[in-house]
């Protein structure tokens, strides 16, 4: 699919995102009650068309994708959603997909910019399997959503975040609940074609409002938290797209050994900006500790209830405690931090006592 513009841009009020979103609705005129509205009223959706959606078949499908990527794919349970990480040799993020299998077909949906290179990586490692890949774009979108839609049946990933799934295991520092098991998330496949008729009579959210929910609860995204240096404890998603006790694939030394014996050298937080500055900093906005930047901001949105937030990249050595500014040109913003991703986070091997790091459903090791 070439440059991608949704039909339902031509709804009243409907002004375009940019950047990772491009091509459907940022919002369509009042974005705070969009937000509100995509978390309180049954059936209000998000146009994501704009994602990719990619098919694997046959029936070597699950065990081959296994072998490929970070996650347990293996016995999928049809309609249980997941993540799996493909990894560069050096254990880098290449393309992070949201999977889920209906029994007969393996569904990845994937952002714009990374379906291309996995349909042609995904077509590059077949060899004599039996598996069929095949970008379904031009036939399938996607709907965003918190909850049921009412008339809209089929295939639908459910965000699995913040679940620690089997073999994974939590980075996060917490004092309490997660604050994304308050989030609930699905992205729905309808007919590309029937689209604008599907969602000619619900209630419309746009881009905007699902950013702010997925950076409230602390949900990395590809394209915009990652970049070509991530791996994935970087941003604590060791606990829904790694299995660390699966077999050999691309990049798990890597994931082992920062796992085992290191720590990442960037970490995720959420940073909570000065609401009384016009405006919001742009995605890529360095941030600083005195003088010194010390990170970039990675996705920024104001939140109904929060206020102005966002998440960002920080190197892991940046006091949890320092006063840190978020520079956008000549136009600054005072940032509180919330650590994610806890700054000695890493290095199990001889510190299973500490009890600060967690496997599965927040058990010590």
């Not at 990374?114 to 774009?137: K, Y």
């Not at 089929?154 to 917490?174: F, T």
């Not at 970490?267 to 990170?295: I, M, N």
Request: proline share 8%; net charge negative; glycine share 10%.
């Amino acid at each position: 699919m070439g440059e991608h513009r949704s039909p339902l841009l031509g709804r009243p009020g409907a002004v375009e995102a940019a950047g990772p979103d491009r091509g459907v609705a940022a919002h369509y005129g009042d974005p705070v009650r969009e937000q509100r509205a995509l978390v309180r009223v049954t059936g209000t959706v998000v146009d994501l068309s704009h994602k990719g959606v990619v098919t694997v078949g046959g029936p070597d499908r699950l065990s081959w994708l296994t072998t490929l990527s970070s996650q347990v794919l293996t016995g999928l349970e049809p309609g249980r959603g997941t993540e799996t990480l493909f990894l560069s040799v050096q254990g880098r993020i290449e393309t992070a997909p949201h999977v889920v299998d209906d029994g007969a077909t393996t569904w990845l949906l994937t952002e714009a910019d990374e379906t291309a290179p996995l349909v042609a990586w995904l077509q590059s490692m077949r060899f004599a399997l039996r598996v069929e890949i095949a970008d379904r774009t031009d036939e399938w979108a996607v709907l965003g959503s918190t909850g049921p839609v009412p008339g809209v049946e089929g295939v639908a990933w459910r965000d699995p975040w913040p679940q620690v799934a089997p073999g994974g295991w939590s980075y996060a520092l917490l004092d309490g609940p997660h604050p994304g098991e308050e989030r609930t998330w699905y992205e729905r496949l309808v007919p590309r074609a029937d689209l604008a008729r599907i969602t000619e009579d619900l209630p419309l959210a746009g881009s905007w409002a699902a950013e702010a929910l997925r950076i409230a609860a602390w949900r990395p995204r590809w394209g915009t938290e990652t970049d070509e240096k991530t791996i994935p404890h970087e941003l604590d998603l060791l606990r829904t797209a790694v299995h660390l006790a699966k077999g050999c694939y691309k990049g798990q030394e890597t994931v082992a050994r920062v796992h085992n014996l290191g720590h990442p050298p960037r970490r995720l937080a959420l940073l909570d900006l000065d609401g009384s500055e016009h405006g919001l900093p742009a995605a890529g906005s360095p941030v600083l500790a005195g003088e010194r930047t010390v990170g970039r901001v990675t996705s920024v949105q104001l939140h109904h209830e929060e206020g102005p937030i966002a998440l960002a990249v920080l190197k892991r050595s940046v006091d949890p405690a320092a006063a840190l500014v978020v520079a956008d040109g000549e136009d600054r913003w005072a940032a509180a931090q919330q650590v994610i991703v806890a700054p000695d986070a890493g290095q199990v091997v001889g510190r299973r006592q500490d009890g600060f790091l967690r496997g599965p459903r927040g058990t010590r090791p």
